[in-house]
């Protein structure tokens, strides 16, 4: 595919789109601190919020007396979970697990929130009036072992409904009833007997993956307080609310308020990687604000932000496969963690219609799943892992390599696809181009488990991995342009949350318009319609084709006025020589063109006006839209443009335990490439989180209790500066996308759960499962 709709698609020549070093607008005010997010509001006055969190694993709040906490100077409000306006209280589009009340007396794993929220002049007083508290807690049998809890006569520790499966594409019926604390949810596609029967060899292995932190740059937290509104006083006062973004609808619509009723003035988002929800200190500062008649201010602790981005899972896998290598069965049954009540469905029945295994040219697929409730934690909408289950096609494809004395490069290749479908036999151009450039850049010579021996003593161990660079093709974008004064206009509501998507999108407007980057007004407004945000890398691609099409109309419009004032100039009213001839006079907009910064003429560009000159009228134009639906929103996986793959060399000490990452980088084919340091980060990140899930972190939890032991920053270990290797990139750009210029992105792709664990085997031949900690290391090498 390729951007043949829109317009100037397939563009050749780029003078600001693909340029390096293009800086952030707003990264000087986050590298200098000016930039605000929700927990750094405040104004004198301000009253602060907290909640009763859970202390336990499991628990219901059976009742909860309140006096000496409210005898406590300071304290200006209690508000219980059966406060009529607790009750009718709901976040916007909440739509994942069962409905439940947005406060209850019940907390399913400890930090939730639950049952009270005290408001005081300051945090300290909080803090005493929680502890006032007399609450009578019934303690309730919990599970942080997903086995434990899936077994047939354990307790049940969630509602019926709780965490119900979506299904997977290809589902045949609708998942059986939940049993005990189980969902079950079933994809079958083909005939999985009649590929084991084609098979010649068999398969089985197991995956685990522990579940890690999210671990928010900035707490998440709101302030809020209501106004008289001058503008727009009736049906009552305005909430001005600063920290619920991304974008104010979800909290107008939450206080059912309309969008002009509600001012938000800061555009920083502290959230995690692709989350999409808000917390309920973002949400309840509007509700207590306008209890207390004064500005509110709620946030919470780092201890309180570890949620989980990704839940743990075990994976049991069955492969069948032919003497060559070629796959002809997958069977995969998984044991998810389907986390607290409402936790998000990636990991979980999500994946099941997306993932390694639609890219093959095997069609028997069976994915079964086990969906267990457990105590363990919260996952919100987000997805660090896109998706979960991929690493489970890399350990396979690693596998049969080494069984078959095979490199995995020529394995992955014999089962990859076609372009157009599980039945063509043609290698994607994208990933031939990726392995191609990847044995060039890192000098890849394969070797099998344990043959290689480095001058130090150390093992020598390398994995390889491929991904889709896939576009989500969600969402709809809204972009509008001015020329105002000569200047042209990007208004935006942002939000800024690391992406650079804004940016992207200036980029464009200066090629499309013959400007320089700089040459872009970007005006950031919460009132603005336009936002470039979507399911991963569509808000920069996908928004980017919109706000092409919406700069080809000004465009237009530019060149149609230049002819205007050409052929009708403005009355001069000053003394002096008279003004040169207008170079337009007697043309056509056709004939005309815009370079430099200028307004040209077409045949001869050495006659052309300035665009402040060629153009005194104030105009704006706007597109709504979004480009062809991308191959991996219709077929996910079942056809294929854009790929990626990514490598990994490690060294063993075999004495210690310890793991040197030698070498780590991706080449990956983004169709495009619209802001190359934004895709650089982009790498970096994921392969930073990825070396942390594979080496370093892990939840840790009391037996006892089931309380976590390490949601501080100190004891929940992260790679640090001098743990994390320069990462190797390499870029190619075949157009092959149909966003932007050809472009689809990187999203998440390149995040993995097992590309170092596969190196750590191939040095060792052992498998350990992560993190790969050097005493896992040790004991499997029998050592300890």
Not at 666 to 682: F, H, N, Y
């Amino acid at each position: 595919m390729a951007d043949i709709i829109g317009a100037n698609g397939n563009r050749e020549t780029f003078r600001v789109v693909g340029k390096p070093n293009i800086p952030g607008k707003l990264s000087p005010q986050l590298a200098s601190g000016v930039a605000k997010f929700g927990i750094d509001y405040f104004q004198p006055g301000t009253l602060h919020a907290k909640f009763l969190r859970s202390p336990y694993a499991n628990a219901r709040v059976k009742s909860v007396n309140t006096a000496k906490a409210a005898a406590i100077p300071g304290v200006a409000d209690i508000v219980r979970w059966d406060d009529p306006d607790i009750v009718g209280l709901k976040s916007f589009g909440e739509s994942f697990g069962a409905a439940r009340a947005w406060l209850d007396n019940y907390a399913d794993h400890e930090t939730q929130e639950v049952a009270v929220i005290v408001v005081a002049e300051d945090e300290d007083i909080c803090d005493e009036a929680l502890r006032a508290l007399d609450v009578e807690w019934e303690i309730l049998p919990f599970y942080t072992d997903l086995n434990e809890s899936r077994k047939e006569d354990a307790s049940v520790i969630l509602p019926p409904q709780a965490n119900t499966p979506s299904g997977g594409m290809g589902n045949p019926a609708p998942p059986p009833p939940k049993k005990g604390n189980v969902n079950y949810s079933t994809a079958i596609q083909g005939d999985i007997d009649e590929g084991f029967k084609q098979a010649d060899r068999t398969l089985e292995y197991e995956l685990y993956m522990p579940s890690f932190a999210s671990h928010m740059p900035n707490p998440s937290g709101s302030f809020a307080y209501w106004f008289d509104d001058p503008y727009h006083g009736e049906g009552g006062q305005s909430l001005r609310i600063e920290g619920a973004v991304r974008e104010r609808a979800a909290i107008a619509q939450m206080y059912r308020l309309p969008p002009e009723k509600v001012e938000q003035d800061g555009l920083f988002m502290g959230g995690k990687y692709c989350d999409w929800g808000l917390r309920k200190s973002q949400e309840i500062t509007p509700l207590l604000a306008k209890r207390a008649g004064r500005p509110v201010r709620c946030v919470n602790t780092r201890e309180e932000t570890f949620d989980m981005i990704m839940m743990e899972r075990y994976m049991k896998m069955k492969v069948g496969f032919t003497d060559d290598g070629l796959i002809t069965a997958v069977d995969d049954y998984s044991i998810a963690d389907g986390g607290g009540w409402g936790s998000s469905s990636f990991g979980t029945s999500g994946d099941q219609s997306y993932g390694p295994y639609f890219t093959l040219k095997c069609k028997n697929i069976r994915q079964q799943m086990e969906i267990v409730d457990s105590n363990r934690g919260f996952m919100y909408v987000s997805g660090q892992h896109c998706p979960f289950n991929w690493d489970s096609g890399t350990m396979a494809i690693y596998l049969i390599a080494e069984e078959l004395g095979k490199d995995p490069i020529d394995i992955a290749r014999l089962n990859l696809h076609g372009p157009n479908s599980q039945d063509d036999g043609d290698a994607v151009p994208s990933f031939e181009a990726c392995v191609k450039a990847l044995k060039e850049v890192v000098g890849w010579n394969w070797h099998s488990a344990g043959a290689k021996t480095l001058p130090d003593g150390r093992l020598h161990g390398m994995s390889f991995r491929y991904q889709m660079c896939p576009r989500h093709s969600f969402t709809d974008y809204s972009s509008k342009l001015e020329l105002r004064d000569g200047v042209v206009h990007l208004p935006t509501q942002g939000p800024l949350f690391g992406v650079f998507a804004v940016e992207c999108n200036a980029m464009v407007v200066a090629e499309e318009l013959g400007l320089e980057y700089d040459d872009v007004q970007i005006d950031f407004d919460y009132r603005e319609t336009f936002t470039p945000v979507g399911g991963g890398s569509d808000g920069t691609t996908a928004s980017a084709w919109v706000t092409k099409e919406c700069a080809n109309i000004l465009k237009r419009k530019i060149l149609e006025s230049a002819i205007r004032e050409a052929d009708a100039p403005p009355p001069m009213f000053f003394f002096g020589p008279p003004p040169e001839p207008n170079p337009f006079k007697g043309l056509t907009p056709d004939e005309l063109d815009m370079a430099d910064g200028c307004v040209i003429v077409k045949a001869d560009p050495s006659k052309r006006l300035p665009l402040p000159a060629a153009v005194r009228e104030n105009l704006f134009a706007t597109y709504k839209g979004k480009p062809p639906l991308a191959v991996w929103a219709t077929d996910m996986g079942r056809k294929l443009d854009t790929m990626n793959v990514a490598f990994c060399e490690v060294a063993v000490d075999t004495e210690t335990g310890t793991v040197e990452i030698l070498k780590l980088g991706a080449v990956a084919d983004p169709g495009k490439i619209m802001r190359p340091t934004s895709l650089e980060s982009q790498i970096d990140q994921v392969m930073y989180f990825s070396q942390g899930c594979q080496l370093l972190e892990d939840f840790v939890y009391d037996l006892a209790t089931g309380v976590m032991l390490n949601n501080n920053m100190i004891d929940y270990k992260k790679p640090t500066m001098l743990d994390v290797p320069v990462i190797t990139r390499h870029f190619l750009e075949t157009r092959a996308g149909n966003a932007a210029y050809g472009a689809n992105g990187i999203s998440h792709s390149l995040a993995n759960t097992h590309l170092i664990i596969c190196a750590i085997h191939n040095a060792i031949g052992k498998w350990v499962d992560p993190p790969a900690t050097p005493d896992k290391i040790l004991a499997v090498l029998g050592k300890i």
